[in-house]
């Protein structure tokens, strides 16, 4: 990892100028904090078996863990880990502010992470569990959104931009206008997707229109909205959860996307074929930058099976696996060096952004007016 990822981490918001219904646990979750059953084994890895639940709850996006580790870690500690999926921070944090939502690990953005430790909604980690947690490149703790990693530990980071295929089109895009401009949008028209998520959608608008993604001006947001309604008509459909199969099935040829899920699409996952024409791309005006984390829910009812569950993730072989499978970039130093040459190759193929193209890229921030303002601006937009 470069020095500059943190540098923008740390810069980009001073200068900026400022769904789907969630599916309940699908297993009602244990009540208590950990099961006395099993018996106090001691392994060597520091693990205090009769601590450790029987169950654990991940709430997180979609194809974004390998099964297969899942399965590993049952294997190993006699966890089952049940997976329930959000499509959007916006969709996922009334789940956990409601309460009891039986949810242990989440797994929100950057801004949604600033959002839940304000509102209490996410619980101190606690460090002397993690004991893998300097795997983690330095370079990428200590982000603006949880400043001292107190709440929230990096699981994977990417860029939001174009997913394309090449096939469809005689000259690759290389601006947003490709989905904003009239001319332009009749060429595709119901045959793209665009991300269904108020702060991604507006913030590639405003991206397009040489505005920061944090803006609170109204009369920005206005203009924003107008040019949101008058793409609507052409998109086939809103989806932050189906865009790598629709991608790869030519259902679509172009895609308002994040990185890893263009890779989805090119590579497959799991038993579905990838396409080898799908494209990545940050348009010419530039895109978003982001960070998932791992944290743990704030009235989680499993905190130190959570917390097992995250070290295990942290495991460099481990991690290696997943991102082999998950396709964003991992946070791991360690695992960087295990990932498999088909993942790397397709890093080299945009899905990891150089050092140019991070010039172009901007965070999302929370304030105190933002979570209204895009809001209001996307039910606007949503409703038309
Ligand atoms: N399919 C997993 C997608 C995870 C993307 N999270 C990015 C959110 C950026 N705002």
Redesign the pocket.
């Known amino acids: 990892m470069k020095h500059w990822l943190l540098l923008f981490a740390l810069l980009v918001p001073l200068l900026a100028a400022c769904g789907g219904a969630p599916t309940a646990p699908t297993t009602a979750p244990a009540a208590s904090t950990g099961d006395t059953d099993a018996p106090a084994t001691d392994d060597m890895d520091g693990v205090d078996r009769s601590q450790l639940a029987d169950q654990l709850f991940l709430y997180i996006?979609?194809?974004?863990i390998d099964p297969q580790i899942l399965e590993d870690f049952e294997a190993e500690y006699g966890v089952r880990v049940t997976v329930d999926l959000f499509d959007s921070?916006e969709s996922m944090i009334p789940r956990i502010r409601a309460g009891n939502s039986g949810y242990d690990i989440v797994v929100p953005?950057d801004y949604a992470v600033q959002s839940m430790v304000l509102d209490g909604l996410l619980a101190p980690l606690d460090k002397s569990l993690l004991t893998n947690i300097g795997n983690l490149d330095p370079e990428l703790m200590n982000l603006y959104f949880d400043p001292s990693n107190e709440h929230s530990i990096p699981y994977f980071w990417?860029t939001?931009g174009l997913a394309y295929n090449q096939k469809f089109f005689d000259t690759p895009p290389t601006s947003w206008s490709t989905i904003f401009e009239p001319a332009e949008l009749e060429k595709i028209s119901n045959r793209f997707t665009m991300l269904e998520?108020p702060?991604?959608v507006p913030g590639a608008a405003l991206i397009y229109k040489g505005h920061s993604v944090n803006t609170t001006d109204t009369a920005v947001l206005a203009e924003v909205q107008e040019l949101l309604i008058a793409q609507k008509p052409f998109v086939a459909s809103y989806d932050?959860?189906n865009v790598n199969f629709k991608l790869a099935t030519e259902e679509v040829v172009l895609a308002h996307a994040?990185s890893?899920?263009a890779g989805q699409a090119m590579s497959g996952i799991d038993d579905k074929p990838g396409n080898p024409d799908v494209k990545f791309l940050i348009p010419d005006e530039g895109g978003?930058i982001?960070m998932?984390n791992l944290a743990v829910v704030f009235d989680s009812p499993n905190k130190y099976t959570a917390h097992v569950f995250m070290n295990y993730l942290l495991r460099p072989e481990v991690a290696a696996q997943n991102t082999d499978w998950v396709l964003?970039l991992t946070p791991n130093a360690p695992a960087r060096e295990l990932l498999s040459e088909d993942t790397l190759a397709l890093y080299e193929a945009g899905l990891e952004p150089d050092e140019t193209t991070m010039m172009r890229l901007q965070w999302?921030e929370r304030n105190a007016q933002t979570d209204e303002l895009f809001s209001d601006l996307w039910t606007r937009v949503t409703a038309q």
């Open positions: 996006w979609s194809d974004y921070n953005s990417g939001s998520d702060r991604e932050s959860s994040w890893g899920m978003i982001w998932d964003y999302i």
